[in-house]
């Protein structure tokens, strides 16, 4: 079946610190994949999506690479700012599917 | 912008009642979700319904649970006879399309709090 692992939170970094989040994956085919960020009081938004091996997803300075030999989706961003502080979940999509496969979530906190 | 809206935000409930949640998806959407997250664990997938039908389920969808689409705004999850472990945040979603790079919208979430 499928399954998402994200590293466990909550991650502190200080502003201007760079930043990953680990994502790997466990799937049959060729998933598409997903980084969702829930801001305090907001839904769950998308953030980058990545749909085939080495396809780069990147959005508001954040980036992810879809690694089909590590089975990864490790999210990077070179310089945080206390705005980023949320919850960020990793996720897949099977093709032809509509349903997500969640990670757990991993909470970014960021001081000045 | 935009954006799916869900209420209650939060409801507390005795075991053994029957709570709605609802949801109003983005109007032009064609697919509709619930999702839930039990504190500290995965948000799961529970149940997708398009043109009216449930298209899939999980096996947590059991016959406790019942989606509807009453109107052409609402879509509802009710729970009929609550319990302890159904206590989480209750999260819904649209979509304009199925498929495997179609983007979902989700609501803030409703949590649901059975004592």
């Known amino acids: 079946g499928n399954s998402v692992t994200q590293m466990e939170g909550p991650v502190t970094l200080s502003e201007e610190a760079f930043l990953t989040i680990n994502c790997t994956y466990t799937?049959?085919?060729?998933?598409?994949l997903f980084w969702y960020v829930q801001y305090p009081g907001e839904g769950l938004q998308l953030l980058l999506k990545?749909?085939?091996?080495?396809d780069k997803g990147s959005n508001k300075g954040f980036e992810a690479t879809y690694r089909k030999e590590t089975t990864s989706f490790h999210l990077e961003k070179g310089s945080v700012q206390v705005s980023d502080s949320a919850v960020y979940f990793c996720?897949?999509?099977?093709?032809?599917?509509?349903?997500?496969?969640f990670g757990k979530g991993t909470m970014l906190l960021v001081s000045p | 912008e935009p954006e799916v809206t869900q209420t209650p935000s939060h409801q507390v409930t005795q075991m053994g009642q029957e709570v709605i949640l609802r949801c109003v998806p983005i109007?032009?959407?064609?697919?509709f979700y619930w999702y839930r997250q039990i504190l500290g664990q995965k948000v799961e997938f529970l149940v997708s319904?398009?043109?009216?039908?449930?298209?899939?389920k999980s096996e947590i969808f059991d016959d406790q649970f019942s989606v509807e689409r009453p109107d052409g705004s609402n879509f509802t999850l009710k729970i009929r006879s609550t319990k302890l472990e159904d206590s989480a945040m209750y999260f819904c979603?649209?979509?304009?399309?199925?498929?495997?790079?179609?983007?979902?919208?989700f609501g803030e979430g409703s949590r649901l709090t059975v004592l």
């Open positions: 979603a649209s979509s304009e399309r199925t498929s495997g790079d179609g983007e979902l919208f």
């Open positions: 799937a049959t085919g060729y998933p598409s």
């Open positions: 990545a749909t085939k091996a080495d």
């Open positions: 996720a897949l999509m099977n093709s032809g599917y509509s349903t997500l496969t």
């Open positions: 109007s032009n959407h064609l697919y």
């Open positions: 319904f398009y043109n009216n039908e449930i298209s899939e």
